[in-house]
């Protein structure tokens, strides 16, 4: 015969304690029925106040949760933006530089194992490997060894290119000179703007012009 312990322990088997707070909170809610909470704990098996902490607590989890997706909506933001390569540390920064978020890189990385986002890792370039093999035929002898003070002049020159700011420091401009070592004089020198490769060869190009024969090394 069914009593009323049996259907009790049946009941608390059945239905965990989240389970039966979740109906009394339901129920309690429906302005129809209009059912005592104390009553509905008395049926369910738990205590009144415990059912006041759980609902306490599922407040808690639910701002923590709300919060959860804004700083996930955040990160995925700057993830999905960056064509998924940013790794925690670059969100990070993101974070903090471009929305004024101090969020801890712990979160960041529980967030991002959580919803599987993983940054593309970039594979290998196979000619960059042969240009860093081939590296070796681009590289000259120390024939000079560091050995600065020269007494016959045009044997040795050497090559710099100094940075000059202008116009209240907000523009830069690149100087390229050719020197002598031993007579310390400037041979060769062009202003420009930007650092290609032409206006240093053109530096080089200038020693010719003003009628030296460079048959020497030239030393960078």
């Known amino acids: 015969m069914l009593t009323w312990k049996n259907f009790k322990s049946i009941l608390m088997k059945i ?117 860093k093999a081939d590296q070796k035929h681009r590289t000259f002898d120390n024939i000079l060894n560091r050995e600065f003070n020269q007494k016959e002049s045009m044997k040795s020159l050497c090559t710099d290119i100094i940075y000059l700011h202008y116009h209240n420091w907000s523009r830069k401009a690149y100087l390229s000179t050719v020197k002598d070592i031993a007579t310390k004089e400037i041979i060769s020198w062009k202003l420009s703007t930007n650092m290609e490769m032409d206006f240093v060869l053109k530096t080089i190009d200038g020693t010719d012009k003003n009628k030296i024969k460079v048959n020497n090394t030239i030393y960078v």
Not at 27 to 54: D, H, M, P, Q, R
Request: glycine share 0%.
């Open 15 to 131: 239905y965990p304690k989240e389970l039966r707070f979740k109906i009394i909170s339901k129920l309690s809610s429906n302005t129809n029925l209009k059912l005592e909470v104390g009553l509905l704990c008395k049926i369910a098996s738990v205590s009144k106040s415990w059912y006041y902490k759980y609902k306490e607590r599922f407040k808690s989890w639910n701002t923590k949760e709300n919060k959860e997706k804004e700083d996930l909506e955040l990160i995925s933001k700057i993830f999905n933006k960056s064509f998924q390569k940013k790794w925690w540390r670059r969100i990070q920064i993101d974070l903090s530089n471009k929305y004024w978020v101090l969020m801890n890189h712990k979160k960041i990385k529980r967030l991002m194992k959580k919803y599987n986002l993983h940054a593309k890792i970039r594979k290998k370039n196979p000619y960059r490997n042969i240009m």
